[in-house]
């Protein structure tokens, strides 16, 4: 599958403690987006990097998430003290510069 | 603001023709997308308009007028297949930072 991989798809998790979804992009892709999906509306712009430089954040992005793309390759988020409202769909997508979006399937979390 | 607009839900029958309007107030744009997504998958990609007019790719079209801020995506021929939720998505200034609609949801009905 040459798509974009992204894992775990599902993550149950207690308030309070840390997660990590990661993303593997399509392998000629140097842009990699994060966005965020709840129930019923359309997913919002999280972050993106172009090859390992993060170029953007958005407000939505508070202080306890952190992004990473080290070797401009696969990329990572990480949630620290997740609280109920970070249940969501958290989907990652790539594309070559000004290409269409290609997403992942998304990583689930549910915070109880 | 920044604002997109599409119906919550429309019903058709197979075989029959279903236009979805959006409507937005963005303030950049360089581009409107359209991405089908099934229930519980990744969005997909449908169509790309940057410039008015109409672009046709087989039963799906997209139609964009800058000045009115409005695009419609028009599915002919609809199958069972074409159940899901219609994303309209506009191309800010940052390319691949876009701004979603919340989607439309279509149920195709034998």
């Known amino acids: 599958d040459t798509g974009v991989s992204q894992n775990p798809r599902h993550k149950i998790t207690k308030r309070g403690q840390n997660v990590t979804f990661r993303c593997d992009p399509i392998s000629e892709h140097n842009r990699l987006y994060w966005y965020r999906q709840t129930l019923g509306q359309g997913p919002e712009f999280l972050t993106y990097?172009?090859?390992?430089?993060?170029?953007?954040k958005s407000r939505l992005l508070s202080d306890r998430f952190s992004a990473e793309r080290p070797k401009g390759s696969f990329s990572t988020l990480e949630i620290q003290r997740t609280e109920q409202g970070d249940s969501a769909m958290y989907l990652c997508?790539?594309?070559?510069?000004?290409?269409?979006?290609?997403f992942g399937e998304g990583s689930r979390l549910t915070v109880l | 603001g920044q604002n997109i607009d599409q119906p919550t839900e429309m019903t058709a029958t197979e075989g029959a023709i279903v236009q979805i309007n959006c409507t937005y107030q963005?303030?950049?744009?360089?581009?409107l997308f359209w991405y089908q997504q099934h229930a519980g998958e990744a969005p997909t990609f449908l169509s790309y308009n940057v410039l008015d007019g109409l672009e046709e790719k087989g039963r799906f079209s997209s139609f964009l007028s800058r000045s009115k801020g409005y695009s419609y995506l028009l599915l002919k021929e609809l199958q069972m297949k074409d159940s899901a939720s219609y994303l309209c998505?506009?191309?800010?200034?940052?390319?691949?930072?876009?701004?979603f609609g919340a989607g439309t949801q279509v149920v195709v009905t034998p």
């Open positions: 963005t303030s950049g744009f360089n581009g």
């Open positions: 997508a790539s594309s070559v510069p000004a290409g269409e979006l290609f």
């Open positions: 990097f172009q090859n390992e430089a993060q170029l953007e």
């Open positions: 998505a506009v191309q800010g200034d940052s390319w691949g930072k876009l701004q």
